[in-house]
Every structure is written in C-alpha cells, then in structure tokens.
C-alpha cells in the first residue's frame, strides 16, 4: 500500500495496518463485492453487523497525531548554535552585574542593559519560531474539512436520510446525488441516473471531471484514475446519481493515506541551506571565541595571579579575585563584540521585505526561509494542468466539410482563455458569410450545450463543463451568418462586474429553436444529443461526442454549400486521418451531427408523446443517434500559458531543471512539454517520458540515472506516491525540489519537498497548508520570478553577513589589542551590544535592497553546501577587521599620548599628556612619582583628579571611550559601503545605486548623534560629547577603511581574471 500505509502513532480503533490485504474491489463485479464484505445489497447491513465492522475497522474519520507539546517547541527553539552562545553571554553577563552591585553596595541599572537586551532578542525569537511551528500541522486539519459530514445509508432494509459520515462502516450501502460529498472509498454498484460524474482533480490530477460506471475494470493493480467504478472519500458527485458500496473508512480511504504520508512527510523537515551554513557559522565562531577569550585571559594572568621562585619552585602565590573578575568581563565583553548579536533580526527582516517583493510578483511566501531556499532550487517539479497551462479549454482547431466529402477545410482558432474577445480564427474573413456547413457546426456547438461563461475575479471562467464552455466560446469568434452578423465585443467589455456573461451569438441560435428532450452522455455510444424544435417547426437532433463514435453511426456528410453526399469509406478514411493528426498533437477531438427524420420523435413535444418512453431507457439512445448526418469536427487543449516558453528558457539558462509530473495522459503531456520547450524539438522522448507506473518498475540504479541526466523529464499518470518518491530520490541526489501542486493528493510531496508551492486559484486548502509558497496566479513564470528574487536575496544576504562580520572581526581586534597592550579598557559591554544591534542594523537591513545583479538568472544554482564566506573574502575582511581594531584602539591611545595629530589640535580641551609606557602600565599609577593631572572639559562636564590622579586612568578615560565607540560607528557605516558588492568597485557601483543604504546609515549616525549630545542617554553608555576638531579626527582615521578594501577588491579581480585565463588557456592546450 505504499509508505502512507504504514502506521504511524497511537491510533483509535484497528485503523490502517501495513500487512493488511486490500480487497480489489473495483476488479469484482457486484455481487462478488456484497459477498465480500457480508451484504445484502436490497437491506443493507443490519445493526449486528454494522457494531461488528466498526470493531474490527474503527471510525469513518482521520485520526489525529499529537503534536508537540509548548514546551518542547519552546526549548527546540534553542536549538540554535548562535542562540545558545548569547545565552550563555548572558547569564554570564547577569551574574557579573549581580556580584559587581552586591561588592559596590547597590546595583547600576546600565550594567544590566546588555543582559536584558539580550535576553529579550531570545525571548522575542523564541515567540515568532513557536507561533510558526504551531502552525505546522494546519494541512492536516485542512484535509479533515474535506470529509462529508452526512450521508444517506440503508440499514436494516430502509433508508437513514442523515446519517453522520464517521458513522459509516465498509459494507454500508450509499445513495448518492448531485452535489453530494462522498464520504468514504466506495464500489459503484449501479447508476440510478444514466451518467455519473465525479470532481476528483484535487485527488489524482486529471483536468477534468470524469464519468464512473458500475462496470469492474480487468486489473487488480491499477492507478487511481483507472478504477473507473470506484468513488473516494473527498470528492465531488457533479452529475448524476447512484448506489455504493462502502469499501475502506477513515485512515484507509485513499484521503486517508494521504493524511498518513503528510504526517510522515512532516516528521522529516530537515533545515533549509541557509540555516544550515549559519549553524556551521555558529559552530565555527563558538570555537574562535572560546580560543580568543582564552587568550585573553591568560596575556592578562600576571594582573591577576603572581608568585615568587623559591628554589627553582614557584611559591607564595598572591590571587587577587577582583582582578580576576574585571578580566573575565573583558573576556565576556569580547565574546559580545564576537557574536553578530543583531544578524537573527537582520536576516528576518531581509526575508520579510523578500516575501513583500515576491508578493508584489503573485508568489506568497508562508515560512520566510523559504525565500532563501528557492535561491538554491536545482530542480522544479511541476504540475502540467493549470501551471504550465491555463487550466482553461480552449478550441484550437475547426475542421470543415469542403465542396467534397473527401475535402477538408482546416481553421485555427487564436486564444487560449474562455474570453470570447481573445483571438479570432485565422484565415476567417470578418465580412465573409458563414457557409451552410459552418452555420452547422455553431448551431450544434452552441445548442448541443450546457455551460455558460462568467466573468469573476478579474477573468473569464466556465460555468458548466470546460469543454462546452469553450464550444460556446467558439460559436462567439464564428459570429453569426449572413446579414445578422453581430459585433459582440461589448458583450464582454460592458459588464465587467458580472457574474454571468451574455453570449450574443449563443442566444442567437438558441432563440431558433426549442430544446424538448436531452439524450445525456454515456460511456458507451461517447455522444451526447438533444432534439430540438426549429423556428421552421421540425424537430432535429443535434449530436456531438467522439468522432469515430459518430461516424460509425453516420450515413452522409454535409458538404460546404449545404448538399448531402453519401459518408464512403475513401471520406471516413480522409475524415480519420485528420482525427490522427490533431490527436497526435494532443488535441482532444470532438465530432458533430444531426439527424433531420427522426421516426417516432418527428411529431415528439414533450413527456406526454408516446415516443417518450424510449428516452426512459439510456440503453435506446444509440439506436436514435443513428443513419445521421456528419458536418464537422474541432480540436480542443488546455492550452500552455504564453509566457511559459519562455520560462522554461530562462531555466534551462540558470541550470535548473524542470520535471513534470502529471496526472494526466502520456500523449497529452508529451505534446505540451515539446511546445513550451522542456524538451527539444525533434528530440527522443522515448527515454525521458514515463508514466508513474513505468517509472517505478524500472530498477533503482535506472531511476536514480534518469533524474540526474540533463534535461526535462514527464511523468504521466502520476498517483501521490509517486509524486513523493520522485521528490525523495532527487532530494538524496543532493537536490534542493521545489514541487507545485494544487490537489490533495500533492500534499504529502509538498510537504516532503525543500519549497512546497501551491496554487491559490486552483489549490485546495490542503495543499496551500502544507506549502511553503502560493501562487497567486497559478502561473510558473511567477516560480521562475520567485527562484530569481531568491538567489538576489541570497546574494544581498551574504552582503550583509560579510559586513555584520567583518564588523565583528574589528570590534574582536579593538578589545584583543586592548588587552595584549595593557591599555585602560577602550570599549565597554554595553557599547558594543549598542553598536551591534542598533548603530550596525538599519545599514545591514538596507544592503537587502541591493539591486540584483543583471545574470543573477544565467548563473548555475548555487550549491546547498556553499560556504558563506570563501577563503579569500574571509582574509579580506580579516584585514579590514584588524584595521578597524587598530584604529579604534590607535584612537584611544592618540588622545591620550598626542596633542596633535595629523594637524588637528586635540588639546583645546585641556587634558593631561601621558607617555605610550604609561598608558601601557597605567595599573601601576599609584607608584609613579609627583603624577599629577589638570581638569579638563567635556561638553558641559569638567572632569578633576585632585584626590586621585589615578582615576584619569578610570573615569577620566570618557572621552578617549567616546572616540573609539564613535570611530567603530563611522568605520562601520564607510564598510557597509564595501558591501554594496563583493568584488565590484564603488566606482563601478556607485552608493547611490541602493539609496535605501544611504538613508540607513543617516539614521545610524543620527541615532549615534543622539546617544552622544542628550546627557541621560550619554550617562547610560559612558559617553561625553565631542567637539568639532575631534570629529575631524573621527573622520581622518574611519575614512582609510574604504580604500583599504577597494585594494582588496582589485586583487582580488586581478587574481579572478588570471584564473579564469588560465583555465581558457589550459583548455585551448587540450
């Protein structure tokens, strides 16, 4: 049965069992069925019987899994490398504020900012994932509202009108009707109407409602839509009535498995590429922080543990824990300045602001890292009907009788939606008169009819069968004959509101003629007639159905001018060769003719006419439909969108692969996908063309070869397992899938694949819940717009990485250098964590708005395994790091060592002078001799050290703090210009190319203003403010940093191009 019959959880009564043998019922005829599961068809079960079937089968329902409980999707949300690493930052944090309030006497609420602020981002985090996986198992609850509530069941020799659905055993005897939802898998056991059909697309896929019988077929192993006596669970009876019988309820109904196989598919989510290489990222980053705190901590041993050498022995240790504490906050301070503490905000808003960019473009984003992942799609699989064609009917091709029988007239008719204005039939002039013959062929095509057209939702749609829909959509383009030829083009165009559209040309012929009696189709003779009264007072029959049907059962053929010649064998022979070709380009054939004496119904009028007792009987309607007369034939196709071709291109040019998986026929799908260019023209398809059931018969080894070899591929006739098989052996090859479905019976593979889409027009609930994406135009141009923006949000993403890193690397260096120096600490906690979430974040939110580079869609897919940063981007910005680390260091030390500096005056302040030395040993103050050091101005703040000369070193080091958290911040925001593009100039990019980036770092500088000139704001980060000569000195020591990296960046293509000759070069030598 297949992995969605296998048994998954705790269930309620015996349910579904993997070694239980399914009865094939549509392989027995009735009676061996009723024997089968102890029935009499004319009672039904008994009550005894029915309590028996329930015991051993359960409930008629879908059971339901338990999910995660709360708290395990709270703790799952740490299960995140850099997560985990500011946790322990900032309970380490916490406690170090805690001890430092208890020894000082009362606690200084700014000690405790970057904790809180920390614990906050954790704690907001941890919210959103668990609201989203909350949402997870939505599909599952969808696909229960697709049961029927009700049914009507004959139980003890009597009808129960209502019985509630979940009530239903396998055995029970159903009566179904137009409308009705079925409620379980059933046998048809006979028709009570002389047709039944049923809606099941959103199951297996077919384009189409389809005719059911009662007859058995002659295959116990046949896919879904071969048991054409079986009706499932969730679909729809849209004509007709009948009596089954209840074969499989609840978890083994074919709904049922796909219940089993979505929750299956739900237990193996696996991370998408991005969360992957960020988790390496974290893994990576964990082990530099624990090395480098490390290090610090012991350059910084002798402050804080000494010992004399007695004996060659040390001896007399001296510990001093307050220094020890002061140097493990350093340690701490470091491995907040390591951690990109803002990059989770970051790359969730830059998601968000894809997911708005995509949405503007009809594809609707669900779960936000799927908009990274399709950047590394390698793969789409495709459904046919409604993606990669329009899901619409259309007639393509009109076949006429000539001024012979054995003369053909061939017109192709332009447009491919059911709009009567889109397109004409070529080679048809607008002032020529419709010929006899033509006039014949709109009258049965538009009598012959029961559908209308409605305009809802800004397009055309069908109201009835898509195939008479087109038909009348047909009889529209023909226009009228003669003198009563109409322009109906404001028939459409005056009532955009409407839900239903007039048909001029349609109710032209209508208004000729008088239906009295309908011959309903049947499988059997393949035709559908009515008798209709003309306006001259004789009763016709109109008939359209198969063509070869008809034309076994026609006697003469209708030539252009209106004449009768006999229907030979050389004009049916003509009229069946054309029938080949347009079946062979995928057309589905339709035939029309007529009858003038009719017999018994010449005189007929109504249910009171004798004859009318013939038409009781569907078994009758064949010897009517016969010795008629044959006037033409159409082609019709659900025809591929316009725009497709040219997607699929655009594919083939990015290195993606398109498959397509279809529940349609094997000739069909082969036809669409060599016209919009999944395959070559004039290319074997023979060994890339399979029906589901052929595909999985091959051996392992050869389906694994198939769907790695280049090109496109077709599945026809494709059941949901199959679709999930397919979608698991590509994703083993290495593949990253995206899957498009819109049925049911495509949840499970949306959910299994790495980008589940949906379609929003024609998807069920079922399938846009367990989708990552929705197409809101059902349209695959929009996946290929989709997979373009992803790989451009990728690449912006890797932009702002590269500088949220980069920026870390310089604030790593800044506290290292500080510590192997000796120097006063230059940068505190809760500076950096300023920096890092507030200064640094609008910058790396607008690097998100970097237009996409003009091959973004001509390159191959990146791999899943790529790395974020390459050896040579990670040198680069290693440079750029000990860079930003020297000068925010180098700042510091020039304050407090120079009075001027490259010409700016740096003493207008009054602040004392000390020697590098000095600065380098400035713990050991207390001993240097007649020290002393003059007042100087900060703002409005005069800073003294009478008592205290050391303190200049403690409290009076404010400013020197300012200039370094100022320099880090004006560094930062000339390196998020480097950013714009990994290897390109700014010269070539300019910065207002991304006008976003120049507003962003506006506000960060405007927000560093503030924190810098309002006096609460200033006291919470221990800063002062700086006077116009400093910011000059700011600005000579930030500026370097992008010449710096636009050095880089030219080796750097230096060396890319003398690679890339050299390969040519080595290339042209072989």
Known sequence: MGKGGQDYGTRSPVVMKSDRTVFPAWARDEHECAKEFGVDISQGLSSEAVERQRAKFGWNELEKHAGPSIWKLVVDQFNDTLVRILLVAAVVSFVLAWIDGEEGGEKDITAFVEPLVIFLILIVNAIVGVWQESNAEKALEALKEMQSEHAMVKRDGHFIPSLPARELVPGDIVELRVGDKVPADMRVLHLISSTLRVEQSSLTGESMSVNKSHHKVNSDDIELQGKECMVFAGTTIVNGSCICLVTETGMNTEIGKIHSQIHEASQHDEDTPLKKKLNEFGEALTSIIGVVCALVWLINLKYFLSWEIVNGWPRNFKFSFEKCTYYFEIAVALAVAAIPEGLPAVITTCLA????????????????????????????????????????????????????????????????????????????????????????????????????????????????????????????????????????????????????????????????????????????????????????????????????????????????????????????????????????????????????????????????????????????????????????????????????????????????????????????????????????????????????????????????????????????????????????????????????????????????????????????????????????????????????????????????????????????????????????????????????????????????????????????????????????????????????????????????????????????????????????????????????????????????????PCDYFSTGKVKAMTLSLTVLVAIEMFNSLNALSEDGSLLVMPPWVNPWLLLAMSVSFGVHFLILYVPFLAQIFGIVPLSLNEWFLVLAVSLPVILIDEILKLIGRCTSKRGRHGSLTKKKDN
């Not at 029906?691 to 389906?703: I, N, S, V």
């Open 353 to 948: 602001l894809g997911t708005r960019k995509m949405a503007q473009k009809n594809a609707i984003v669900r779960k936000l890292p799927s908009v990274e992942t399709l950047g590394c799609t390698t793969v789409i699989c495709s459904d046919k009907t409604g993606t990669l064609t329009t899901n619409q009917m259309s007639v393509a091709k009109l076949v006429a009788v000539g001024s012979d029988p054995c003369s053909l007239r061939d017109y192709t008719v332009e447009g491919t939606t059911y709009d009567p204005c889109d397109g004409r039939i070529q080679g048809w002039s607008e002032g020529e008169s419709m010929d006899p013959n033509l006039q014949s062929i709109a009258r049965i095509a538009a009598l012959c009819n029961d559908a209308g057209i409605a305009y809802t939702g800004h397009q055309f749609c069908a109201n009835g069968m898509p195939t008479e829909a087109a038909l009348k959509v047909l009889v529209e383009k023909m226009n009228l004959p003669g003198s009563e030829r109409h322009l109906h083009a404001a028939s459409t165009g005056s009532h955009p509101d409407s839900a239903e559209i007039r048909l001029y040309c349609c109710e032209w012929w209508s208004e000729r003629t008088h239906r009295i009696a309908t011959l309903e189709f049947d499988r059997m003779r393949k035709s559908m007639g009515i008798i209709v009264k003309s306006d001259t007072g004789e009763n016709l029959l109109l008939v359209k159905g198969a063509v070869e049907s008809l034309l076994d059962r026609s006697s003469r053929i209708q030539l252009s001018d209106g004449t009768v010649a006999p229907l030979d064998a050389e004009s049916r022979q003509s009229l069946l060769n054309k029938l080949d070709v347009m079946t062979s380009s995928a057309l589905r054939c339709l035939g029309f003719a007529y009858k003038e004496n009719l017999g018994d119904f010449t005189t007929y009028d109504g249910e009171d006419h004798p004859a009318h007792k013939y038409l009781l009987d569907p078994a009758n309607y064949a010897s009517i439909e016969n010795d008629m007369i044959f006037v033409g034939l159409v082609g019709l196709r659900d025809p591929p969108r316009q725009e497709v071709h040219e997607a699929i291109q655009e594919c083939r040019d990015a290195g993606i692969r398109v498959l397509v998986i279809t529940g349609d026929n094997k000739n069909t799908a082969e036809a669409i996908c060599c016209e919009i260019g999944v395959f070559e023209q004039d290319e074997d398809v023979n060994s890339r063309s399979f029906t589901g059931k052929e595909f999985m018969a091959l051996p392992e080894t050869r389906r694994r070869e198939i769907l790695r070899g280049p090109g496109g591929c077709v599945f026809s006739r494709s059941e949901p397992r199959h679709k999930q098989d397919i979608v698991r052996m590509l994703r083993d090859a290495g593949e990253v899938v995206a899957m498009t479905g819109d049925g049911v019976n495509d949840a499970p593979a949306l959910k299994l694949a790495d980008i589940g889409i949906a379609m929003g027009i024609a998807g069920t609930e079922v399938a846009k819940e367990a989708s990552d994406m929705v197409l809101a135009d059902d349209n695959f141009s929009t996946i290929v717009a989709a997979v373009a923006e992803g790989r451009s949000i990728f690449n912006n993403m890797k932009a702002f990485i590269r500088y949220m890193i980069s920026s870390n690397i310089g604030e790593v260096a800044s506290i290292f250098l500080t510590a192997a120096l000796g120097m006063p600490e230059g940068l505190i906690p809760v500076q950096l964590l300023w920096v890092n979430l507030v200064t640094d974040g609008p910058p790396a939110t607008a690097l998100g708005f970097n237009p996409p580079d003009m091959d973004i869609m001509k390159k191959p897919p990146r791999r899943s395994d790529d790395s974020l940063i390459n050896a040579w981007v990670l040198f680069r910005y290693l440079v750029i790091g000990l860079y930003v680390g020297v000068a925010t260091v180098g700042i510091f030390a020039i304050w407090y060592t120079h009075g001027t500096f490259l010409g700016i005056d740096l003493l207008e302040d009054g602040h004392t002078l000390v020697t590098f030395s000095q600065l380098r040993n400035w713990d050991k103050c207390s001993s240097w001799e007649g020290f002393t050091v003059s007042p100087f101005k900060a703002g409005s703040e005069v800073f003294t050290f009478d008592s205290n």
